[in-house]
Structure formats: C-alpha cells, structure tokens
C-alpha cells in the first residue's frame, strides 16, 4: 500500500490521529526533505527508515520505490506541510503506483488553500486551484488565459515575489478586483487580508512580508 499522509502546515495539533498511527506502522516513510520532517515525527514518537523524495530525485526513485511496494512494503508519502502531490512531490509515484496495480490511499488532513478559501469571503462554490504560477516561461499566458475566468482563483506564492504578483494581477484582472491573501495559516502570527487589489498592495508595501502566502482572488462577475 502507497499511503500519502498529509502533515501539519504549522500547527501541530492539526495532525490527525489517523495520520499517526499510519505513519507508525508503514515499513518506511519518503519526505520531501528529511530535515524538516525529522522534528515532526520525533514530536509524535515515529522512528521509522526516512528516505527523500523530491522535485529533484522523483523521477529516478519511481521506479525503485514500485519495486518496494509489489515486495510487499508500506510506503507514506509526506511533504514539507500539507497533503502531498498539491504543490509538492507525489503525483508521478501515485500516477505510476495505480498503472501497476497497487493500493494508493490518501489521508484527509491539512491542506492550506482550503482554509484561505473558506476565510477569504470569496464565492467558494466553484473555484480552480492554480497554485505556484510559472516563474517566468509560461507567466503572462497562463494570466492572459485567466482574465476572463469566473471562478475564484486561487494561487500560491512565495514572499519575494508576492509583490510583483499583486502588481500584475491589478494589470490583468483591475484594481479594484477583489482578493484575499492568507499568510502564516495556523501559525502564531496567521494574517489574512481582505479588501481590492490596491488595498492588497498598499497592506504589504507597508507591513512585514514572511512566510508563505495563499492569494485568492475573486472571479470575473
């Protein structure tokens, strides 16, 4: 069985009993990166053999970890924070576990965009999930293809570039398009900014700018 586990994404509480036990009993666990997931499985008593698994090795560990699981082996996936293959590694192993022939189950738990989409005060009757927009190839024509979309979007950004972000989507979808932006989501310090575009902008010129950001912005009316 290929077990994808979702992990907190700051809160800890928010680990799910499930998502424990799981992770207790599979015969070994892939994290993204072993340095961050050490802390939260010596928090919760795991000590099970952690490999990694990531954007960078995914491709050539397929094959590999395939073989474990028709061996027979338990195998969780986890991320950094959240369910994996959202944002995260996961999506070529379950891709190619299910062309195989073998059990994949994923566990509800943390994922970060539900909650901001739920607080934004944003239409969440039908909404698509865009995540980290292409850096730089790819950038304006998946916005161009945007403009027009009905639906809330909702993107994942990072804190160097959040600014930017927020400049070119008052280009592309107006000032005074309607957005929410949630930062630190579970954590000690959560903030989440409702209000249009320019008053996005003028919160974060003007206020600190850490951690990871969900940006949800409303449809075209």
């Known amino acids: ?10 809160n800890l509480e928010d680990m799910t009993f499930r998502a424990v036990n799981v992770l207790k009993e599979v015969d070994l666990i892939l994290a993204e990166d072993t340095r961050t997931s050490a802390p939260l499985l ?12 990531h954007q960078h090795n995914e491709h ?40 195989e022939g073998l ?3 994923c ?6 965009f539900v909650p901001a989409l739920i607080n934004s ?12 927009l292409p850096v730089k190839k790819g950038r304006q024509t998946r916005l161009k293809a945007l403009a027009e979309e009905k639906r ?3 993107f994942y950004e990072s804190p160097h570039r959040i600014l930017k972000t927020i400049e070119e989507f008052i280009t592309v979808f107006g ?18 900014v409702r209000g249009t575009l320019t008053d996005l902008k003028l919160h974060f010129e003007n206020n600190p700018i850490k951690g990871e950001f969900v940006f949800c912005v409303a449809g075209l009316e």
């Open 60 to 99: 050539k560990a397929v094959s590999e970890i395939i073989k474990f699981l028709k061996e027979g082996q338990n195998i969780a996936l986890i991320s950094d924070a959240g369910t994996p293959a959202i944002s995260d590694p996961g999506f070529l192993l379950v891709r190619e576990a299910i062309k």
């Open 42 to 53: 010596k928090h919760f008593g795991i000590d099970k053999k952690v490999f990694a698994h």
């Open 175 to 192: 000032p005074e398009r309607q957005g929410s932006i949630s930062r630190e989501l579970s954590k000690l310090y959560e903030e989440n």
């Open 107 to 112: 566990l509800p738990g943390a994922t970060a």
């Open 121 to 132: 005060g944003l239409p969440n009757d039908r909404f698509c999930f865009e995540g980290f």
């Open 1 to 10: 069985m290929l077990y994808l586990v979702p992990t907190p994404i700051g």
């Open 103 to 105: 059990e994949v189950q």
């Open 152 to 154: 809330t979007m909702i």
